[in-house]
């Protein structure tokens, strides 16, 4: 149809997917316009791309390289992201069917500092050294999170559970006070959107 046509024609980036390329590549010619320009193939969380997947996506891909180098004799540059790939370089390779993939693993973007802290909660009031009693580790984290909400640092803090987030958050506006209880929010998977 006509919106197919005007993407085609006009379109100068096409996001898809895997399936809708293997579609398409039998109907090269209407699209040569667009893969005689075809300069990047970007694939995203390229980890995802394994197993029977992977295997299908490495062949479409691969038949897409094939063909847009036969028809215009371009050879497209191949961009995968992931963030959580042990082996990029063998894994790229596979899936590409390229030698001589570069990886980037260095991450240039702006960021300010980050602190991370482990806290081990002192011994409690009133036990003696060496029976491993300690303060409540929930009632540390608010006085740290307390601190640090009055220093004025934005920070994040994981529970690993629902509950725990309720308790920080409720302890930690408690010790703030009024004036800045309102800066201190909680975020969870089953917040429903008008509590987000």
């Given amino acids: 149809g006509r919106p197919r046509e005007i993407i085609r024609e006009r ?15 039998p109907a090269f010619t209407q699209w040569r316009r667009f893969f005689s320009g075809l300069r990047c193939v970007v ?13 299908h996506v490495a062949f479409v891909l691969r038949r897409l390289l094939a063909r847009v180098k ?13 963030a959580t790939i042990g082996n990029p370089l063998e894994h790229a390779e596979r899936l590409c069917g390229r030698q001589g993939v570069e990886v980037v693993n260095s991450d240039g973007s702006s960021r300010s500092a980050k602190v991370f802290c482990i806290w081990n909660p002192p011994l409690a009031d009133g036990h003696k050294q060496g029976t491993g009693a300690r303060r409540s580790a929930n009632n540390e984290a608010a006085l740290i999170l307390a601190e640090l909400v009055t220093m004025g640092v934005r920070t994040i803090a994981f529970a690993g559970v629902r509950k725990l987030v309720e308790i920080w958050t409720k302890n930690t506006r408690r010790k703030v006070g009024p004036g800045l209880a309102d800066l201190v929010e909680s975020y969870r998977g089953g917040d429903t959107a008008p509590e987000r």
């Fill in 70 to 82: 036969l028809e215009t004799g371009s050879e497209p540059r191949v961009i995968m992201c992931s």
């Fill in 43 to 55: 694939l995203d969380e390229a980890h995802a791309y394994r197993g029977i997947f992977g295997t």
């Fill in 11 to 25: 379109a100068r980036l096409v996001v898809t997917n895997p399936d809708s390329i293997h579609v398409l590549l």
